[in-house]
């Protein structure tokens, strides 16, 4: 059924606008979205083309102005069904625009709905309070419904002022979620990723944020991704609040944290509310913590407090700490585990203590730190602590560092007993004196100096290359402090011999020298004047001097006699050479002996004792 209108034209003089000024109502079929539109049971609409639509009809206003005609309906009398016509089948997609036109030129248009059996007058059109319903085009495809049904998009969409959204597969877009503050914010994108994923905090942007409520991330079965921009920067929103708790599976990337607006007493970030073991994939990258003039509080925190708890094998690299207590702390109690933790490319400026290891009856084993910096402050104490109360199941074992201690007077503190505190390595560039128990290994660049528990060194193949024109020196020094020793070099089984050779392949001098004697400057094996060659007596108890040299420098040998094993050698003149060559017969000389010697020299000859005799000179 159509819809009937009427009304009048009239100008802004109070006068008629009609014929004389081509006057006259248009209505511009909308909704259609290139769609033929019918009218059910009639027929279909014909085109009419101009700027204003395809599908449109004029009503003329007569002389005075006056507007009356009928146009069909685009919904029912009660204006909520379908009308009159029909688009893609259906009869609710269309409305109208009306434009009052007057002397060729186009008024506002206005959207309206034609009911069906109503008049609209011109005066006041019923303009559409309701959104106007789109005929879907056809199938699926051509479309994406607002409910998403019949997603996925399968082209390339691309959006050219941007996207926002909370939520995209698993990324969460902390700053989208409602909170207090930051913190919050992230909690609630956290818990919007029951089965983990990543939480992306970029959107915070460059400037201060707050977190007033320790953060939780990860679990076994909730693994997080906390990805951060560097120029965010967080801040505590009390003193002794513990920022970041980080569980198993849990990740951080690119968090910088400023702790200077409190007097800072917290952890920053900590890893004690799980049981961390191989496998997972807990670790911190690209961390920044600024905690300039603060002389309390924690960087990152590890501990593990009963037997069953473990915190091992979790990755920490490129991070920056600046001020507080500790930069790094260790700790482990109630025979918990906190080991075979690896840093990486840390450096630290002016904290109390850089890395405390802190042993309570747990164990702190086995961690290493490779490519680290420390530079000492107006407050810092060491670079290195390691402590224990001495409760049992205390271990500080096997930890390596590796890296440089710039400034300090104490770059390393061991204050843990020998038991506790031992077999630990620590290798670069230490400036003042560290401290030590005696059981740790130590390779200082600066001294030019490594220690080993007990003096062993053990090792296989070992080159000892001088620059040219130095010394290879192996000492024990008077200046150098420890306990009095002897300087051994031995073979602990049986096979192996000590060798000295030239660079040539033969063997060069080995000289001996004791305090301020100068050794012999010829021959290969030299002693200084005052030195024997010593043999220890068969029975154990005393020693038999083998080659010596008196005051009137003459040498002598043998204390306790002299034996001589091989045949009698030939020798040049002006030398007398003796062995065990013996004959029954000789030829007679020129010299006729004396009828009484002196006495006799008594010699063995192959088991026979002999006399010689001699004579007065």
């Known amino acids: 059924?159509?819809?009937?209108?009427?009304?009048?034209?009239?100008?802004?003089?109070?006068?008629?606008?009609?014929?004389?000024?081509?006057?006259?109502?248009?209505?511009?079929?909308?909704?259609?979205?290139?769609?033929?539109?019918?009218?059910?049971?009639?027929?279909?609409?014909?085109?009419?083309?101009?700027?204003?639509?395809?599908?449109?009809?004029?009503?003329?206003?007569?002389?005075?102005?006056?507007?009356?005609?009928?146009?069909?309906?685009?919904?029912?009398?009660?204006?909520?069904?379908?009308?009159?016509?029909?688009?893609?089948?259906?009869?609710?997609?269309?409305?109208?625009?009306?434009?009052?036109?007057?002397?060729?030129?186009?008024?506002?248009?206005?959207?309206?709905?034609?009911?069906?059996?109503?008049?609209?007058?011109?005066?006041?059109?019923?303009?559409i309070s309701l959104p106007v319903v789109v005929t879907a085009p056809t199938g699926d495809t051509t479309y994406l419904r607002t409910d998403a049904a019949n997603s996925p998009v399968t082209g390339l969409t691309t959006f050219s002022a941007g996207l926002l959204t909370k939520k995209l597969n698993l990324v969460r877009f902390a700053d989208q979620y409602s909170g207090s503050d930051a913190g919050a914010k992230i909690a609630a994108a956290i818990a919007d990723l029951p089965s983990g994923g990543v939480v992306d905090?970029?959107?915070?942007?460059?400037?201060?944020?707050?977190?007033?409520?320790?953060?939780?991330?990860?679990?076994?079965?909730?693994?997080?991704?906390?990805?951060?921009?560097?120029?965010?920067?967080?801040?505590?929103?009390?003193?002794?609040?513990?920022?970041?708790?980080?569980?198993?599976?849990?990740?951080?990337?690119?968090?910088?944290?400023?702790?200077?607006?409190?007097?800072?007493?917290?952890?920053?970030?900590?890893?004690s509310v799980g049981n961390y073991v191989d496998g997972q994939k807990t670790s911190l990258r690209d961390i920044r913590i600024i905690g300039t003039s603060i002389t309390t509080g924690q960087g990152i925190y590890m501990s593990a407090s009963s037997s069953s708890q473990v915190v091992s094998f979790v990755s920490v690299s490129n991070v920056r700490f600046i001020g507080l207590q500790y930069g790094i702390h260790l700790f482990a109690?109630?025979?918990?585990?906190?080991?075979?933790?690896?840093?990486?490319?840390i450096q630290m400026s002016f904290p109390v203590t850089g890395i405390y290891f802190d042993s309570d009856g747990g164990q702190v084993n086995g961690n290493v730190f490779a490519g680290c910096s420390f530079e000492k402050g107006s407050s810092t104490t060491e670079g290195i602590k390691m402590a224990s109360t001495g409760a049992a199941n205390s271990n500080i074992y096997w930890n390596q560092f590796y890296g440089d201690i710039w400034d300090t007077t104490t770059p390393i503190n061991v204050t843990a007993s020998t038991s506790i505190g031992k077999d630990n390595l620590f290798q670069g560039r230490f400036d003042g004196t560290w401290t030590d128990n005696g059981q740790n290994i130590f390779v200082d660049l600066v001294s030019k100096k490594a220690t080993w528990p007990n003096g062993i060194f053990t090792a296989r193949d070992i080159t000892f290359q001088p620059v040219n024109g130095d010394n290879t020196i192996f000492a024990k020094r008077a200046t150098d402090s420890g306990p009095s020793?002897?300087?051994?070099?031995?073979?602990?089984?049986?096979?192996?011999?000590?060798?000295?050779?030239?660079?040539?392949?033969?063997?060069?001098?080995?000289?001996?020298?004791?305090?301020t004697s100068t050794h012999a400057s010829t021959g290969m094996f030299r002693l200084a004047s005052a030195e024997a060659v010593n043999f220890r007596n068969n029975a154990n108890s005393g020693d038999i001097t083998g080659l010596a040299k008196d005051t009137n420098d003459v040498v002598q040998v043998g204390s306790a006699g002299m034996k001589v094993v091989g045949a009698t050698p030939t020798v040049s003149a002006s030398q007398v050479g003796f062995g065990t060559t013996t004959a029954t017969t000789a030829t007679a000389g020129a010299q006729t002996l004396p009828a009484n010697p002196a006495g006799f020299l008594v010699i063995n000859i192959g088991g026979t004792t002999q006399k010689i005799p001699y004579y007065n000179s």
Not at 219 to 238: A, E, R, V
Not at 333 to 345: A, L, P, Q, R
């Open 201 to 271: 905090c970029r959107g915070f942007g460059a400037g201060t944020q707050t977190v007033s409520s320790t953060i939780t991330l990860g679990g076994s079965s909730t693994p997080i991704l906390l990805l951060c921009d560097p120029s965010t920067k967080f801040q505590p929103g009390s003193a002794a609040l513990d920022m970041f708790s980080v569980n198993v599976n849990g990740q951080i990337q690119g968090l910088t944290v400023d702790v200077t607006n409190q007097s800072y007493t917290g952890k920053v970030i900590k890893f």
């Open 485 to 515: 020793g002897n300087f051994v070099l031995f073979q602990t089984a049986a096979g192996g011999n000590l060798y000295y050779v030239g660079v040539d392949g033969t063997a060069n001098a080995i000289a001996f020298q004791g305090g």
């Open 333 to 345: 109690t109630g025979n918990g585990w906190v080991n075979g933790n690896h840093f990486t490319d």
């Open 1 to 127: 059924m159509p819809t009937n209108v009427s009304g009048s034209i009239k100008t802004l003089a109070t006068g008629a606008s009609g014929s004389s000024t081509n006057a006259f109502i248009r209505f511009v079929l909308r909704g259609t979205r290139g769609a033929q539109p019918t009218v059910t049971g009639t027929g279909t609409i014909a085109p009419l083309i101009s700027a204003d639509g395809q599908f449109y009809c004029d009503i003329p206003a007569d002389s005075s102005g006056n507007v009356t005609g009928t146009i069909y309906s685009t919904r029912d009398a009660t204006g909520l069904l379908g009308g009159d016509i029909s688009v893609s089948g259906s009869t609710t997609a269309v409305s109208y625009g009306m434009i009052v036109y007057a002397n060729g030129t186009a008024g506002p248009e206005i959207a309206i709905h034609a009911k069906q059996s109503a008049t609209i007058d011109v005066a006041s059109p019923p303009a």
